[in-house]
């Protein structure tokens, strides 16, 4: 079963996220709200206060009467909300609103102190109520104590409206921000489409590679793959190459035999050792070769230094009674990327020769050949001062599929072979004169 | 010269012996790694031919396991593929020279004696001993502008001297040298080679090429010492 897509994993994540974070936010606004509600109620309510306290008439025995137009309509209607009562000594008022009601049982509150007390516990009331004393022209304090009720209905009826108008919006907001992730997410995501729809193309013959223009974080993927195609491409190219010449050149060889055997019945023994010969050399150059795979697309480089001093070293035992000196002026930060051995083969080949040849002197070189591209390709020159290769042998040397010797060991096995990595490589080969008189073969193989 | 062949694969041990043969070499034989190691560590061999990819004891490690015990002889390896990663390889554990497969017996006996020449100090394949020249490559003998005819065995001895020149060379060491670890010795022959030499390459006894130590061997004359 394939894992969920990526658009689909971060729209999962984010759903709780956002759900968790903007119902924090709702409820911290909706308590602020309330908390705003009701300190307003309580000025309003302070406002009612003086308002009975500037309306009411105190006679000197105690006696008040409170004026009927106040400035809040609400508290003549009966059954509005708004509710006063003014408790005197002796006597006591409300107001016509709360004709009919039932006054829950309230405490004098000391002249000069005023209570606020929010429901429940309240019978369903904001309740503010404010102390006074009254000097009446005797000297006699009068207490009074004034209470304002607030039916809770009322701010319940206003927090719910801004609660409802709240959650509205804020799920609006979730909305919007599932919707343009889901927006972004496909935009971002729009370039992995466009590789798997190329790789879809690739697969079945539409294209032969990948494009160049993806975006930065996409690049060395798409360059890899197009390194592998193209490696795979040129392994089956070289394997069909070699199978079909090795093919073609042992039906020569073998015809030979034929011959001799249905000739005489016995094998002339001088034709058939060279058709061997030939055939033995065919599958060393040819099908050993093919066999062998390249380079590896993402392989890790080698340093070329050492594996070079390890041939020459090898090479100085072999060849120890030509007391060859050998110059090697490679940098120690020299890299192959490819496989060590085929770099022991590139190096092993050409140093043979050049021992083989040579005479007293031989030299190998090299420097990374730098690009923009991130691995550096090499160039590797190894001279001798030998009698060198003429220059039609050069040229045909570097004919494909000619050998430059007729004999199995010479110049012409360890060039072919080095022909063929280097071909693998996508490199070239270049033989020239050297000026220490022999031959000067370089390979290069490219940045990639 | 007596050589050791280390090779698993038998059609080859069978061509290749009989060539080895045919060219005058003493030769033992082994098929497998261990068994390889004993006799290059236990028989008085001049040269090694090793097959990298041996069973039981890989030819490496045969290689190192008889250098680092001092056996210094030298050693040509045969890799399977011209892969030069074996070669290298080969030629670090101790190896002299290597040959790669297939090859020619021709090709592989050239190497050999060239091997057994270096070892013995001649560059070139033409040794001079006074008025005699020896070619090691060819196996043939001269005196001045006549050849000497010379039997396989007679060559043998000869060329043992001459691989060590100024050294005293024992009857047993001879005989253990040309001839394989299980044929019947019998040293006295040795003294019947030596004379019969001293006759073909001195006829008129000027030169005595070949001196006596009583009691202790043969030597190379000094004096005509390549």
């Known amino acids: 079963m394939p894992s969920a897509s990526l658009r689909n994993r971060a729209i999962l994540a984010a759903v709780p996220v956002l759900a968790f974070a903007l119902g924090l936010v709702g409820m911290a606004v909706d308590a602020a709200n309330e908390r705003v509600a009701v300190a307003a109620l309580r000025d309003r309510m302070e406002t009612t206060v003086y308002a009975v306290l500037a309306a009411m008439e105190v006679a000197d025995d105690g006696a ?360 693998a490589y996508g490199g070239a080969l270049d033989i020239r004169e050297s000026d220490l008189g022999g031959a000067r073969v370089a390979v290069t193989i490219p940045p990639g | 010269m007596r050589i050791l062949l280390i090779e698993d694969d038998l059609r080859l041990v069978e061509s290749l012996g009989e060539r080895l043969r045919e060219a005058g070499f003493a030769l033992d034989v082994s098929t497998d790694g261990a068994e390889g190691l004993y006799a290059g560590e236990e028989f008085p061999i001049d040269l090694a031919i090793i097959d990298l990819g041996l069973p039981k004891l890989s030819g490496l490690d045969v290689i190192r396991a008889l250098r680092e015990r001092g056996r210094d002889f030298p050693i040509l390896i045969l890799t399977a593929r011209s892969d030069w990663q074996d070669k290298v390889a080969g030629l670090e554990a101790g190896a002299d020279d290597y040959l790669t497969k297939p090859f020619q017996p021709e090709e592989l006996i050239a190497r050999v004696n060239a091997l057994l020449r270096r070892a013995g100090g001649h560059a070139r394949p033409k040794v001079e001993l006074g008025p005699v020249t020896l070619d090691l490559a060819a196996q043939r003998v001269w005196r001045g502008d006549e050849e000497i005819e010379l039997t396989s065995y007679e060559y043998k001895v000869l060329n043992y001297l001459v691989m060590h020149p100024g050294e005293v060379v024992t009857k047993t060491e001879l005989s253990e040298h040309i001839y394989e670890e299980d044929a019947d010795r019998d040293s006295n022959v040795i003294e019947v080679f030596i004379g019969r030499l001293r006759r073909k390459l001195d006829p008129d006894g000027s030169l005595n090429p070949i001196e006596t130590l009583r009691g202790r061997g043969y030597r190379l004359a000094v004096g005509i010492a390549p």
Do not use: C
């Not at chain 1, 022991?344 to 030299?363: C, H, I, M, P, T």
């Open chain 1, 64 to 423: 008040f009467t409170v004026a009927g137009d106040f400035a809040d309509p609400r508290l003549l209607q009966p059954g509005s909300g708004l509710y006063v009562e003014v408790q005197g000594a002796r006597d006591r008022w409300r107001s016509p609103s709360s004709l009919g009601r039932a006054w829950p049982e309230l405490d004098a509150v000391m002249a000069g102190q005023t209570v606020f007390a929010e429901p429940p516990g309240t019978g369903g009331h904001y309740v503010f109520r404010y102390g006074i004393g009254w000097q009446r022209e005797d000297g006699a304090i009068e207490p009074f104590t004034v209470s304002v009720l607030v039916d809770a209905a009322e701010i319940a009826r206003q927090t719910s409206a801004f609660r409802q108008g709240l959650w509205l919006s804020l799920l609006l907001a979730a909305g919007i921000l599932v919707f343009a992730q889901g927006v972004i997410l496909l935009w971002v995501f729009r370039p992995l489409r466009r590789v798997a729809q190329d790789v879809e193309r690739i697969e079945s013959g539409q294209a032969e590679r990948l494009a160049d223009d993806y975006p930065r974080e996409l690049e060395p993927l798409a360059r890899n793959v197009n390194r592998l195609l193209a490696t795979e491409k040129s392994n089956q190219e070289r394997i069909r190459n070699a199978l079909d010449s090795l093919a073609h050149s042992l039906k020569t060889p073998l015809a030979v035999i034929r011959a001799n055997l249905s000739r005489d019945g016995a094998a002339s023994g001088d034709s058939v050792q060279d058709a061997v010969d030939e055939m033995q050399h065919l599958v060393a150059t040819r099908l050993e070769r093919a066999g062998r795979s390249a380079r590896r697309t993402l392989a890790a480089p080698v340093a070329v230094r050492g594996p070079v001093l390890r041939v020459v070293r090898s090479l100085h035992k072999v060849h120890s009674q030509k007391m060859i000196e050998a110059d090697v002026t490679l940098d120690e930060s020299l890299r192959f990327y490819g496989e060590e051995r085929d770099l022991l083969e590139l190096a092993g080949n050409l140093l043979d020769n050049a021992f083989k040849y040579g005479r007293s002197r031989v030299r190998v070189g090299g420097r990374a050949i730098r690009s923009k591209s991130a691995r550096p390709g090499l160039e590797l020159v190894i001279e001798d001062d030998g009698p060198g290769i003429d220059a039609d042998q050069r040229e045909r040397l570097l004919q494909r599929g000619v050998r430059g010797d007729e004999r199995v060991e010479g110049h012409g096995l360890g060039l072919a072979i080095v022909r063929e990595l280097v071909d």
